[in-house]
């Protein structure tokens, strides 16, 4: 069926480190990505996106790569902060988001070690 | 801030009550929603309004009944919960039928059904 889910639960890395963070989906007909980050009490809150025309985007210490052959989406942070402690999403949405509805991916916990 | 406001943020209720939660967005977003997370699952979409036309029930129990009286403020109202509905319920909005069409996640409200 359609999924979205992450290969691990947990990540723990050292401050200053790089981490990746990585989903796997199964619907090939998904052509947006978004990651989301969410601290202890809060709501997800969005980091970056991707379209499926493109196959990495980069922001500010985070970039996205999406491999559509393999159906793999991944989230790399530079010279992580413990200010980047929190559980990631990745999230599918098809037909160009414009339904807007999306299906999310268990999460991954990242840990940063000062 | 993200410009997406839930209340309560907390709510403790017995299986006989009526609470309703409250949604309300600042973003002049044209699509909202309802999701539920609980723990060692992913975010489930429960209910999309697009317009405030209701496009989704995600074969939610009667027990909990969305309302989206303007395309500003979604509510979720609770009738005869179960101890298993105890979750974080969140609402976000998005703007669909555009280009970017993240979704803006609230705070959340930590719902106890004792």
């Known amino acids: 069926g359609e999924s979205v889910g992450l290969h691990l639960p947990t990540l723990s890395v050292q401050e200053g480190d790089n981490s990746i963070i990585n989903c796997a989906y199964s619907n090939s007909a998904s052509d947006y990505f978004i990651w989301y980050k969410q601290e202890s009490g809060k709501g997800p809150q969005f980091i970056i996106d991707?379209?499926?025309?493109?196959d990495k985007r980069q922001g500010q210490r985070v970039t996205v790569l999406l491999n559509k052959t393999v159906k793999h989406l991944s989230l790399q942070i530079a010279a992580t902060q413990p200010g980047d402690s929190a559980v990631y999403f990745c999230a599918e949405n098809e037909n160009g988001g414009s339904q807007g509805n999306l299906i999310f991916g268990k999460g991954t916990k990242l840990s940063v070690k000062p | 801030e993200t410009g997406v406001t839930q209340t309560p943020r907390h709510l403790v209720m017995g299986m006989t009550n009526k609470k309703s939660l409250k949604c309300e967005q600042h973003l002049g977003h044209n699509a909202m929603y309802w999701y539920k997370q609980s723990a060692k699952k992913p975010l489930e979409l429960m209910f999309v309004?697009?317009?405030?036309?209701?496009?989704e029930n995600n074969s939610v129990p009667s027990r909990f009944s969305p309302e989206c009286p303007n395309s500003s403020h979604l509510f979720l109202h609770l009738h005869t919960l179960q101890p298993e509905d105890s979750a974080l319920y969140l609402c976000?909005?998005?703007?669909?039928?555009?280009?970017?069409?993240?979704?803006?996640f609230g705070q959340g409200t930590r719902l106890t059904v004792v």
């Open positions: 976000a909005s998005s703007q669909v039928g555009r280009g970017n069409t993240e979704a803006f």
């Open positions: 991707i379209r499926s025309n493109m």
């Open positions: 309004y697009n317009f405030k036309e209701q496009t």
